[in-house]
């Protein structure tokens, strides 16, 4: 058991108030600790304005300006990427509380709050440390982070017509994706877009990342693993002559003259799990993975 004071700082969903109300319990608990905590400026806010820190004692930040101990992510899924690209290369660990409804990265619930207090506080738990990729530009840089946990994917954008998309590994050719889009996703987000689309499901902690088409036009087309330390090179077509580029769900437009890179980020992000969980428990529970839907009614 740590017996030093421990910070924490704190990201939160600012959509709905009702998924904002187990703060207080996260608060209580983290005072009762003796604990320090921070709050992102947009999530303080929201807070207040719902009349949900009363008589609460934190600090304020905004930005990346903050150092923690621990980061709670209070949302679903959505809000663990935002506090992920928050957290950037800062090496702090990041505790998903479940506020939303699948929460396949955020898997402590509400109702397991004190206990994960109390496991932070005591050491049990484990940190996993999760793959990061990289998007590097030729033209203009993005306004935003430039990496993301789950996955990047190339969109088109305003009409119907598909784009191409010139892929290149390691500097060796590999195909011309005729499509709706591509989804270069790590094995954090081979559950989310890519699953979505055909893509394999791939266990943290394997030194892989995958690339899956969207709606491809060839059947022969179909997703291709790779390993993480490759670097993909991606050049677009477009009859818009503009495509979108998705960074775990943040979109930023871009001209088809621009050349984009794709490598393993030199930092991983680190997710905190407690003990007694695992990946697989979670993929049957929330994915209902290997369930046989038909039950015994045949």
């Known amino acids: 058991m740590t017996s030093r004071k421990l910070r924490f700082a704190i990201f939160g969903n600012t959509y709905q108030t009702k998924k904002s109300t187990a703060i207080r319990e996260v608060i209580a608990g983290l005072a009762s600790f003796g604990a ?117 994917a190339i969109l088109k954008r305003d009409n119907a017509s598909m784009i191409s998309i010139h892929t290149s590994v390691n ?33 943290p902690g394997t030194r892989v990342m995958s690339m899956t088409a969207v709606a491809p036009h060839s059947l022969n087309i179909r997703p291709i693993v790779i390993p993480d330390d490759a670097e993909i090179s991606l050049a677009v077509d477009s009859r818009s002559h503009t495509f979108l580029v998705a960074i775990d769900g943040r979109s930023e437009k871009c001209h088809d003259i621009t050349r984009l890179t794709l490598s393993k980020a030199p930092y991983s992000v680190k997710v905190v799990k407690r003990t007694g969980t695992g990946y697989f428990d979670t993929l049957r529970k929330k994915m209902m993975w290997g369930t046989d839907m038909r039950g015994n009614n045949v």
């Open 171 to 203: 500097g060796e050719y590999l195909t011309t994706y005729q499509a709706d889009g591509l989804i270069v996703s790590t094995p954090t987000g081979s559950t989310a877009y890519s699953l979505s689309n055909g893509g394999p499901i791939i266990v």
């Open 36 to 152: 320090g905590v921070c709050i992102d400026r947009e999530y303080y806010d929201f807070l207040k304005a719902s009349g949900m820190l009363v008589g609460a004692d934190a600090d304020v930040f905004d930005g990346d300006c903050f150092d923690a101990d621990f980061v709670i992510s209070m949302g679903g899924d959505g809000t663990f990427l935002k506090a992920a690209g928050r957290v950037g290369a800062k090496s702090i660990p990041i505790v998903g509380v479940n506020m939303g409804r699948l929460g396949f990265l955020t898997d402590v619930t509400t109702g397991e709050i004190d206990d994960c207090l109390k496991a932070l506080h005591s050491g049990e738990y484990a940190v996993e440390n999760r793959v990061v990729i990289k998007v590097e530009t030729d033209g203009e840089p993005f306004e935003g982070s430039n990496c993301a946990l789950n996955d990047v």
